[in-house]
């Protein structure tokens, strides 16, 4: 704070008197409060990325001078599919302008998305001279989509013989 003058007098009881000033500073020496979960989830959206700023994570934000003037800032904040299922201890600090409190969280990335698959639908497999056919991902997937990629497709059941009934259209 800026600094006050402060005017001191002193008085004994025959009326005497003396004065002087004291250039006075408020100082704040209390460091602002919150807290954090221990641990914390970074769910990605349907782009691949979350961000979580501090405001996010931090809870209960509180100072003597007032949690407005709190700044939190934290060392990670952005986090993308490159990093799924990875863990990082990230920091976040409180600063109300004299002093500061930092607080470790441990947050993992997420995936909560599944991805889409599409069929050619419907879809005729034609059996061979032997009465025997065989169906593949790529036959029959039209397209596939996750907000971090698409890793594999798999088949409930790839091999069909005339035993498996044979429609017509």
Request: aromatic residues 4%; proline residues 5%.
């Amino acid at each position: 704070g800026s600094p006050v003058t402060v005017t001191l007098t002193g008085e004994d009881d025959h009326s005497n008197s003396d004065t002087d000033t004291v250039v006075v500073t408020v100082v704040d020496a209390v460091n602002p409060t919150f807290s954090l979960n221990a641990s914390f989830s970074a769910p990605l959206t349907g782009s691949g990325d979350v961000t979580l700023t501090p405001q996010d994570i931090a809870q209960n934000v509180d100072d003597n001078c007032g949690a407005g003037g709190v700044t939190l800032t934290s060392s990670k904040e952005t986090f993308t599919c490159s990093e799924l299922g990875s863990s990082f201890n990230v920091s976040v600090t409180a600063t109300d302008g004299h002093s500061s409190t930092t607080h470790y969280t441990n947050i993992t990335v997420v995936d909560p998305l599944p991805p889409t698959i599409n069929p050619h639908a419907p879809f005729d497999l034609a059996l061979n001279a032997s009465g025997l056919a065989s169906l593949t991902t790529t036959q029959i997937v039209s397209s596939s989509n996750d907000n971090c990629g698409v890793t594999g497709t798999t088949l409930s059941r790839s091999d069909f013989t005339c035993a498996d009934g044979i429609g017509t259209r």
